[in-house]
């Protein structure tokens, strides 16, 4: 049976045939003619207002309303758009004050971070990238963008798309991990689960791809930081997911608050002008992070406010969130001749724009209806994805003599560890308008599957970051008793995320040694990993018997483990990201080069290595087991070369060798061998998630043409070089079959 290759998928994003920005419809035609219109009519004041954006009361708790400040602005139209209102009621009084009172009776767009979901909330995306499974990203996207929609609000800020190889970084939870290839597609899967079929629906938002750009490159991690790179990097790593994002048709961007090279993103027209603007010919409006335009002015690049807006107005960037700069001083800048009204007018077009397609020139009240928020928001249907999502996303790191799966009759399970019963810990960071007491906990949900005549104990043994050991006792006392022993341990859920970098990315406080404690009772022990990014964990790994990479799965975290963890569901999921060993080798990615002194054995000295720590991760980038076995064939290629205008096709047969029936990642990378600048020493450039029932065995088949193998060469042309070149076929990037062949 033929399988779809994501990578043809990708191959057809990237090469712009399904680009919807280019070639305007009729449709859009219309469009532009009443946006013409509309300018024609409108004052400066009336323009620069579109460009500003602003915050309703931002306690999240409650309902959002405006501040008293900004209803005079509100009534004028001098404010395009709002973020953090949110609820039928909320959203509709507010555009009343706009659409009742102002002169051009534009329609305010509202935006909110719906990262994760909106009520129901989905696993954070770096869990959700563990699935490796394009529909369910979409699906997962596709109900957040329906139950925020019905709750009023017509844009979201994700997906975050940017690249993160450095774990200390809170921000890593936010996207897809390390890798460009399946960033890529994941950015993709997002923006079209929010953006559905059509914006004038009733049940789709616009997405945003953020942040533009290289902002998961910031020096040590810590968030906010310089971003450094070459521009051969920063095209090759960074910038594909978003040149992926535009081909799908996102309709907006946010700029980053970091500096690329000198030049603060915000303020930076190379990025927004020639790149995403004239290179990538994207149609949509760029926002910026938040008050990053006012933030030039710490950069030190700007004097003040008014300089800040000058930048950031003539880079490109369309709106203002929430720094006053173009609300203060735009005006000013225009009369001084500084930004030109064409600029004004550009920027405005494109915000216009996106409202004329979202359809609120037609009616402004459209997602303002309470009778569907109460229906969509929380379904049933809703909660049942969630849960699906969930459980693809757990990853099976270790099952010492197959303790997992286990039976939902065992006779007593304690359930131990400070994140096994804790709400609020599950939805992480990002939370939207979830509620922590809609999470179900491990202990919940364990104790909702077990037999009638199952003993559940439970014992917190610790808390997460503190030094006391005095629950210990109470904890290993439940185990002795206990036939088997789950253990939730982990960072708490507000340890990652926007400002939460961390130089340390153990596991925190003293829950390695309730660990140690637990496992010198003898009794079998299944840690559950709950983490918003990669851990060090190097004992954990080594003297675990059983180990599931959690994260933080949202709404229904217990469900799904419990799930897992009583094999309803077989793991599949694969790591987004490598685990390092220690922080001393972070940025640790599998893409890595190959360096002059490559190390290729323990004995050799004058290599590239370190004294004390391996160069390898723990867990490498693609990893993860199954309670079944997987045996790969040798890889078979329909030719060993191929011209620059031939595709070649790349096979092998998996045979599921174990006992349960299971879903495999089979994963292609692709190195090139020698090029006119180095190349990594694997790259991925496909993957097949699929179902394989016991003793089956499946084919399956990738193909590969010469834009897989083009990259930035000396030159900077974006091309492939004749040459030899290695596929690798496997279950993981460190566990592969290899073969070669040529391009000629
Ligand atoms: C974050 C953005 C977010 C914005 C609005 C900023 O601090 O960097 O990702 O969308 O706030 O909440």
Not at 588 to 609: A, E, I, M, Q, W
């Amino acid at each position: 049976m033929k399988k779809i290759i994501p990578l043809l998928i990708l191959a057809a994003v990237m090469s712009g045939a399904c680009n919807k920005s280019t070639n305007l419809s009729e449709d859009d035609s219309a469009i532009e003619k009443k946006i013409d219109k509309l300018l024609s009519e409108m004052t400066l004041e009336e323009k620069i207002g579109q460009m500003n954006q602003y915050s309703g009361n931002s306690a999240i708790t409650g309902p959002l309303k405006a501040r008293p400040e900004q209803i005079e602005d509100l009534k004028k139209g001098w404010i395009g758009s709002m973020l953090n209102v949110v609820g039928a009621t909320n959203t509709r009084e507010m555009q009343k004050l706009v659409m009742e009172n102002s002169r051009m009776k534009i329609p305010l767009i509202f935006g909110f971070d719906v990262i994760h979901g909106y009520k129901t909330i989905f696993p954070i995306p770096l869990g959700e990238s563990a699935s490796w499974d394009l529909e369910a990203i979409e699906a997962s996207a596709r109900v957040a963008g329906s139950e925020t929609a019905a709750s009023g609000v017509h844009w979201t800020f994700a997906p975050m798309v940017d690249i993160a190889r450095d774990a200390r970084w809170g921000r890593i939870m936010e996207g897809a991990g390390e890798d460009t290839y399946l960033g890529s597609l994941i950015a993709v899967a997002r923006v079209k689960g929010f953006q559905g079929k059509d914006l004038k629906d009733n049940n789709t938002i616009v997405a945003c791809a953020k942040h533009f750009a290289a902002y998961g490159a910031a020096e040590a991690g810590r968030d906010y930081n310089t971003v450094d790179i070459s521009d051969r990097v920063l095209k090759e790593t960074y910038l594909k997911p978003f040149k992926v994002a535009v081909d799908a048709g996102v309709g907006t961007f946010m700029n980053s608050f970091n500096e690329l090279d000198g030049v603060p993103a915000t303020g930076n027209g190379y990025l927004v002008n020639s790149i995403l603007k004239k290179d990538w010919d994207f149609k949509g409006f760029v926002v910026s992070d938040w008050g990053s335009i006012g933030e030039m002015v710490n950069h030190g690049v700007a004097k003040d406010k008014y300089e800040a807006g000058n930048l950031a107005a003539n880079a490109g960037n369309d709106m203002d969130m929430e720094s006053n700069s173009y609300r203060d001083h735009l005006l000013q800048l225009v009369k001084d001749g500084k930004v030109s009204e064409k600029t004004i007018d550009e920027a405005v077009r494109r915000i216009l724009r996106i409202k004329f397609k979202l359809g609120l020139f037609d009616d402004p009240y459209k997602y303002c209806n309470e009778e569907l928020e109460k229906k969509e928001v929380m379904s049933e249907a809703n909660l049942n994805m969630a849960r699906d999502v969930s459980r693809k996303s757990i990853v099976l790191l270790k099952n010492n003599n197959q303790i997992l799966p286990i039976s939902s009759d065992v006779k007593t399970i304690a359930v131990i560890g400070p994140l096994a019963d804790s709400k609020k810990d599950m939805l992480c960071n990002w939370t939207a308008m979830g509620d922590p007491n809609d999470a179900v906990t491990v202990l919940e949900g364990i104790k909702a599957q077990v037999s009638a005549t199952t003993k559940v104990l439970y014992a917190k043994g610790c808390n997460i970051a503190d030094d006391s050991v005095t629950n210990f006792a109470q904890a290993v006392n439940i185990a002795k008793q206990a036939d088997i022993v789950i253990l939730a341990i982990g960072e708490a859920g507000n340890m990652s995320g926007e400002a939460h970098s961390r130089g340390n990315i153990n596991i925190p406080g003293r829950q390695e040694e309730l660990a140690k404690e637990l496992f010198k009772t003898g009794k079998p022990v299944v840690v559950l990993l709950m983490n918003g990014r990669p851990l060090t964990i190097p004992w954990l790994a080594a003297n675990a018997p059983a180990l599931l990479e959690c994260w933080f799965l949202g709404t229904q975290s217990g469900n799904a483990i419990a799930d897992v963890v009583f094999g309803k569901y077989n793991p599949s999921g694969k790591l987004p990201v490598s685990f390092p060993y220690s922080v001393g080798q972070i940025p640790v990615y599998y893409n890595h080069k190959n360096t002059g002194r490559p190390k290729l054995s323990d004995t050799d000295f004058y290599v590239s290595r370190f004294e004390d720590i391996p160069n390898e991760p723990v867990f490498p980038f693609g990893y993860g087991l199954s309670y079944t076995t997987f045996s790969y064939s040798d890889i078979t290629l329909s030719d060993t070369a191929m011209g620059m205008q031939d595709t070649l096709a790349i096979s092998v047969q998996v045979k599921n060798t174990g006992k349960f029936d299971g879903e495999e990642v089979v994963q292609l990378y692709i190195q090139d061998l020698v090029g006119s600048v180095t190349r990594p020493v694997k790259e991925l450039k496909g993957f097949k998630k699929l179902m394989i029932k016991v003793g089956e065995t499946q084919e399956v088949k990738f193909k590969i043409s010469t834009s897989d193998l083009a990259f930035y060469t000396k030159d900077m042309s974006f091309k492939a070089e004749p040459g030899d070149f290695k596929a690798y076929v496997g279950t993981s990037s460190s566990d592969c079959k290899e073969k070669r062949f040529t391009l000629k």
